[in-house]
């Protein structure tokens, strides 16, 4: 049986910019899709394209709880799971396409 890894990640343009939240099974194609700018919506709109967060998941069922948990929480909620992580809001997939 093939191991599935499915991920919930937030995006921004900046720090303390707006916040995307997002799910995917392929985490670098999806990134590689925003930064590219292939799928209109709202992160094309507002030029989301700084993966500043995301998490790891086996089961589809438990990226989808998370999604919704992440969507849910208060702003300054998100905030502080960013900043317990990545501080300076830096690009995780920065050097993925180069």
């Not at 599935?4 to 343009?13: D, E, G, K, P, R």
């Not at 438990?62 to 909620?77: F, S, V, Y």
């Not at 990545?86 to 396409?97: G, Q």
């Amino acid at each position: 049986m093939k191991d599935y890894q499915f991920y919930v990640y937030i995006l921004s343009n900046k720090k303390n910019g707006t916040l995307y939240i997002g799910m995917t099974n392929n985490l670098e194609r999806r990134m590689f899709e925003h930064k590219n700018n292939l799928v209109d919506g709202f992160t094309k709109k507002y030029g989301l394209h700084k993966l500043i967060y995301f998490e790891q998941f086996q089961f589809v069922n438990d990226a989808i709880k998370r999604e919704k948990q992440l969507k849910n929480w208060n702003r300054q909620w998100k905030i502080d799971l960013i900043e317990k992580n990545n501080k300076n809001w830096n690009d995780l997939s920065f050097d993925w396409f180069n």
